[in-house]
């Protein structure tokens, strides 16, 4: 006697066939939604704004009148902020993870400072935008500066740089550290030419989308006081700015119907920006994983 | 036993190690000779990866590993208080069981271990002569630029042996180099160990018997006592404990009635 009999195998086996279907259709109807909405999204911001794109458009600065309107100031005080944000967080997020990861004791004290790391990733932004303000704009006495808004960007990206540098860390193999100690390496030698190249695409990863969220924020930007009307070009890290994402929040909320179409236009900037950055962090991933020199 | 006292390169005494409280191996005294293979052997869990990972302080890289007992190496004993473990491990190398070469290219893998030790001589000749003592350079000498992940189980296994044998260690410990090749590779290596041995110490954990009588000088039988604790049951000529071993657990154990 057989321990299934054919009959009931072969039903089983419709049976689970059926489920596998089921999640299949299931997993497809996610991924069309996602698409629809975007689909959705995109030809709604393109209908509306796409006319008005123009080299004008990047190159002026706000105005009263929607037509002459543009983004120039916008698009600096968003590169320059996100690219002192940028720099900052990743530094301090990387160096923090590799203490975490390779010098830190395990213990209480560690899975503490472990915790709240975590915490703060789910802190909302403008809680941030007070603590910038309060610390860089007056303590440190930095003024509503790019610095002080690139710093305060900067405080808000770190735990994602973090956490995600920690888990590209933990994923190197125990065996190549082992090889490289077993050399006579030191700790540093280690950590420097095996643990962090291994661990460089997925760190990569972690930043790139720490800079997408920081080229998004307009909350603690505006707490942190932000201008929204900046007819200048930022010159400097004391400058006075504004960002992409406030401009165009600042364009929606105005009556005239040539702002919104501004805001459309600067919506897709604020796009090409992004995809833009996650192109390149996908073609710098792709270049390090191939692996073979470092 | 083995009685040339002077020509110990290691020594250990009354060595035990422990995980946590508990401990893996207890009382090991043996000597390691100069220039001679030393197999260790014993059932699976008796302890050979760490009593040879205390060798070269590789048991440091584990928390709760603990040591205790003197290994005196070249005479000094490597666990006193001012002993740099990294200085412990370039002269004392380790090849591993599983192949573990860097996702370099092959002359990097090579050029490693010699460029972080502050080699600044001429690394070309150097990785030659490597691959070279690791049987491998005839095989690899028109890729050194490929990564050495390409390379087949046994060519990364030579090219860990080569890895290590560029840094000109005194002593090379092998966890059961061989456990993951072919009998092909395997007898390759075996070749290269009987070769090595004429300027290297090496010391060998193995499982397969037949390989411990063909290549090793001396041969350690341990086995865990019944609190699961490894111990030194016997230490002997290879030829002696084969075929005539003085324990009754050893003769078990190589017969195969045991472990
Ligand atoms: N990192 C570790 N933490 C805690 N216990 C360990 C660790 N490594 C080994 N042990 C324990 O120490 C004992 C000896 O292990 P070891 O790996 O030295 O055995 P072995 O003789 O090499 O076995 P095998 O022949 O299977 O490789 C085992 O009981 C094992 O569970
Ligand atoms: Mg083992």
Known sequence: MALITEVAFHAHMRKRKIRGYVFYALCLTAVALGLVMLAALLYNVLSEGLSRLSWDFITNFPSRFPERAGIHAAILGSIYVVSIAGLVAFSLGVGAAIYLEEYAQKGTFASFIQLNIANLAGVPSIVYGILGLEIFVRIMELGKSVIAGGLTLALLVLPIVI???????????????????????????????????????????????????????????????????????????????????????NWVSRPQEGFHVAAAAGIIVLLVVLLTMNAFAVFLRHKFQKGTQW | ???????????????????????????????????????????????????????????????????????????????????????????????????????????????????????????????????????????????????????????????????????????????????????????????????????????????????????????????????????????????QIFTNPTDERTEAYITGRFG
């Open chain 1, 163 to 249: 956490i995600a540098s920690q888990e590209a860390i933990r994923a190197v193999p125990p065996s190549l550290k082992e090889g490289g100690f077993a050399l006579g390496a030191t700790k540093w030698q280690v950590v420097r030419r095996l643990v962090l190249p291994y661990a460089f695409p997925g760190i990569l990863t972690g930043a790139i989308l720490a800079v997408s969220r920081a080229v998004g924020e307009t909350a603690p930007l505006i707490v942190m006081g932000a201008l929204t009307f900046v007819p200048f070009a930022p010159d400097g890290p004391m400058s006075r700015f504004t960002v992409l994402p406030i401009q165009i929040f």
């Open chain 2, 1 to 239: 036993m083995v009685t040339t006292e002077k020509n110990l390169i290691i020594e250990t005494k009354n060595v035990s190690v422990f995980y946590g409280d508990t401990p893996a191996v207890s009382g090991i005294s043996l000597g390691i000779e100069r220039e001679k293979i030393t197999a260790l052997i014993g059932p699976s869990g008796c302890g050979k990866t760490t009593l040879l990972r205390s060798f070269n302080r590789m048991n440091d890289l584990i928390p709760i590993a603990r040591t205790s007992g003197e290994i005196l190496f070249e005479g000094h004993n490597i666990y006193a208080e001012n002993v740099d473990p990294t200085e412990i491990r370039y002269r004392i190398g380790m090849v591993f069981q599983r192949p573990n070469p860097f996702p370099k290219s092959i002359y990097d893998n090579i050029a490693f271990g010699p460029r972080i030790n502050g080699f600044s001589g001429n690394m070309d000749e150097l990785v030659e002569k490597s691959l070279i003592g690791a049987a491998l350079w005839d095989e690899v000498k028109d890729r050194l630029r490929t990564s050495g992940l390409e390379l087949s189980g046994g060519q990364q296994q030579r090219l860990c042996i080569a890895r290590t044998l560029a840094v000109e260690p005194t002593v090379i410990l092998m966890d059961e180099p061989c456990s993951a090749l072919d009998p092909i590779a395997t007898l390759a290596i075996e070749e290269l160990m009987r070769d090595l041995s004429k300027q290297y110490s090496i010391v060998i954990v193995t499982h397969n018997m037949q390989q411990a009588a063909r290549v090793s000088d001396y041969t350690a039988f341990i086995t865990q006592d019944e609190r699961r604790i490894g111990e030194l049951v016997e230490y002997d000529d290879t030829r």
